[in-house]
């Protein structure tokens, strides 16, 4: 018997209805009618929108959103909603804060807001002569930037700044302009890159060369969050803990495999409330990471020092491309809802909580691993899922996820087993 080929070449697959392109995707994948009613249930999110925010929609996906308490940025208290599939991440972030509370929270601040743009230049004979060529035309480059948006110039926004960079690559010397764009309230992204296409043909009559890439840097290193906060040595439980973290910190410092992860923590917590206020998680990680190497070798995104009295001196700096308009932010009720709880009215305030989160989920991770270690709060949230897993049900998961933890083994089989005892 011959089975005909399943072929993932579709005509027109763009053109069907979610539930058509379901219904393909069904036959193609032979899924049961439990899969696809549970897919073809698209939640909180409107089908319609889901249809139009990406390509070849079937289905949405939810994730939870936790709420952070305990958190007072600037002086004033915040619910910080945190969107991960993570366990332990959002309690992370409570118990970080809790320990910070009296001592002010957290205090934070921005660099300029802006976003880079960059023009790439290549085959120019003269690349330092063209560099003087291109800046001497400032305003010039300002009034063909500016005019790509008069809405946002009109917020207080627009073009701010041009520079020149001579970038020695392997196929030869390329110049690279770079818009500095002040993109307000949004992200920026379509902002700076109409304004990068816009100058592009006259970069490239200037200086001879020829035009490839204009696209915005998600090294957004002149859009900075900072937020700093201490933790008296008594709130955290003593010098030993203080000096652990210290240590953890060194670690980190020192040593790109440790920084990794690291800041993968604090990410954990970045890319949580990034998430859940709609903005785009790769753009603040890819930002993140590139500021993390900025001075040749990948490092830690916190400091941990100890102040004059002793206590223990948290803080971050990390480039925050995120914004209150566009794109989902705008479009997703929950995202909107999220934004509506955590009560930011500018990108600015976003994106200095945001920077308070990762330095409190910092702080956990480096106590928990400087003192009892991370599996044993890890395991206790882990075993609800595994009792979860196993079959478990209201009341069953604590109980289940009570003995597996007691027992030391969070296992689904053991999980299976002690379910099937608390059933008789
Ligand atoms: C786990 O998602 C995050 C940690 O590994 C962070 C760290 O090691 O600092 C616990």
């Given at each position: 018997?011959?089975?005909?080929?399943?072929?993932?070449?579709?005509?027109?697959?763009?053109?069907?209805?979610?539930?058509?392109?379901?219904?393909?995707?069904?036959?193609?994948?032979?899924?049961?009618?439990?899969?696809?009613?549970?897919?073809?249930?698209?939640?909180?999110?409107?089908?319609?929108?889901?249809?139009?925010?990406?390509?070849?929609?079937?289905?949405?996906m939810s994730i939870p959103v936790?709420?952070?308490?305990?958190?007072?940025?600037?002086?004033?208290?915040?619910?910080?909603?945190m969107a991960t599939e993570e366990?332990?991440?959002?309690?992370?972030?409570?118990?970080?804060?809790?320990?910070?509370?009296?001592?002010?929270?957290?205090?934070?601040?921005?660099?300029?807001?802006?976003?880079?743009?960059?023009?790439?230049?290549?085959?120019?004979?003269?690349?330092?002569?063209?560099?003087?060529?291109?800046?001497?035309?400032?305003?010039?480059?300002?009034?063909?930037?500016?005019?790509?948006?008069?809405?946002?110039?009109?917020?207080?926004?627009?073009?701010?700044?041009?520079?020149?960079?001579?970038?020695?690559?392997?196929?030869?010397?390329?110049?690279?302009?770079?818009?500095?764009?002040?993109?307000?309230?949004?992200?920026?992204?379509?902002?700076?890159?109409?304004?990068?296409?816009?100058?592009?043909?006259?970069?490239?009559?200037?200086?001879?060369?020829?035009?490839?890439?204009?696209?915005?840097?998600?090294?957004?290193?002149?859009?900075?969050?900072?937020?700093?906060?201490?933790?008296?040595?008594?709130?955290?439980?003593?010098?030993?803990?203080?000096?652990?973290?210290?240590?953890?910190?060194?670690?980190?410092?020192?040593?790109?495999?440790?920084?990794?992860?690291?800041?993968?923590?604090?990410?954990?917590?970045?890319?949580a409330?990034?998430l859940a206020?709609?903005?785009?998680?790769?753009?603040?990680?890819?930002?993140?990471?590139?500021?993390?190497?900025?001075?040749?070798?990948?490092?830690?995104?916190?400091?941990?020092?100890?102040?004059?009295?002793?206590?223990?001196?948290?803080?971050?700096?990390?480039?925050?491309?995120?914004?209150?308009?566009?794109?989902?932010?705008?479009?997703?009720?929950t995202?909107?809802?999220?934004?509506?709880?955590?009560?930011?009215?500018?990108?600015?305030?976003?994106?200095?909580?945001?920077?308070?989160?990762?330095?409190?989920?910092?702080?956990?991770?480096?106590?928990?691993?400087?003192?009892?270690?991370?599996?044993?709060?890890?395991?206790?949230?882990?075993?609800?899922?595994?009792?979860?897993?196993?079959?478990?049900?209201?009341?069953?998961?604590?109980?289940?996820?009570?003995?597996?933890?007691?027992?030391?083994?969070?296992?689904?089989?053991?999980?299976?087993?002690?379910?099937?005892?608390?059933?008789?």
């Open positions: 018997m011959t089975t005909e080929a399943k072929t993932s070449r579709v005509s027109g697959f763009h053109k069907k209805t979610p539930r058509e392109r379901l219904d393909f995707v069904a036959d193609f994948a032979g899924l049961d009618g439990d899969t696809v009613a549970h897919l073809a249930d698209m939640g909180n999110l409107d089908p319609h929108l889901a249809d139009h925010l990406i390509e070849n929609v079937i289905a949405t936790g709420i952070a308490t305990n958190m007072r940025v600037d002086g004033a208290d915040v619910l910080i909603p366990s332990s991440v959002v309690a992370a972030v409570c118990n970080a804060a809790r320990q910070c509370y009296d001592s002010g929270g957290f205090t934070t601040s921005m660099s300029d807001a802006a976003m880079i743009a960059q023009v790439q230049l290549v085959g120019v004979s003269d690349p330092h002569h063209a560099r003087l060529r291109i800046l001497e035309r400032r305003d010039e480059i300002k009034a063909i930037c500016d005019a790509c948006d008069p809405v946002l110039v009109r917020l207080g926004g627009g073009f701010r700044d041009v520079e020149v960079r001579i970038v020695d690559a392997p196929g030869g010397a390329m110049v690279v302009t770079h818009l500095i764009v002040d993109t307000r309230d949004a992200m920026g992204a379509n902002a700076v890159n109409s304004m990068a296409e816009a100058l592009a043909p006259h970069a490239a009559a200037w200086t001879g060369g020829r035009v490839y890439l204009r696209i915005l840097s998600n090294y957004a290193d002149r859009r900075l969050a900072r937020a700093r906060a201490t933790w008296t040595c008594d709130a955290i439980g003593g010098p030993e803990v203080r000096d652990g973290i210290v240590s953890a910190y060194h670690f980190a410092a020192a040593d790109p495999y440790r920084a990794a992860t690291h800041n993968k923590g604090i990410m954990n917590g970045i890319s409330v990034v206020t709609g903005n785009d998680t790769r753009a603040v990680e890819a930002g993140a990471h590139a500021y993390a190497a900025r001075d040749g070798r990948y490092s830690s995104l916190t400091r941990w020092e100890v102040t004059a009295d002793g206590d223990l001196a948290g803080s971050i700096e990390v480039p925050m491309a995120v914004g209150l308009i566009g794109g989902a932010t705008k479009l997703h009720p995202a909107r809802a999220n934004l509506k709880i955590l009560g930011a009215t500018t990108a600015d305030r976003l994106a200095r909580i945001i920077a308070a989160v990762g330095l409190a989920q910092n702080f956990s991770a480096l106590k928990a691993l400087a003192t009892t270690g991370i599996q044993k709060g890890h395991m206790a949230l882990h075993a609800r899922n595994i009792a979860m897993m196993a079959g478990a049900a209201g009341a069953e998961v604590d109980a289940v996820a009570r003995i597996l933890v007691e027992r030391g083994t969070v296992r689904v089989d053991v999980a299976e087993a002690e379910l099937k005892r608390l059933r008789g």
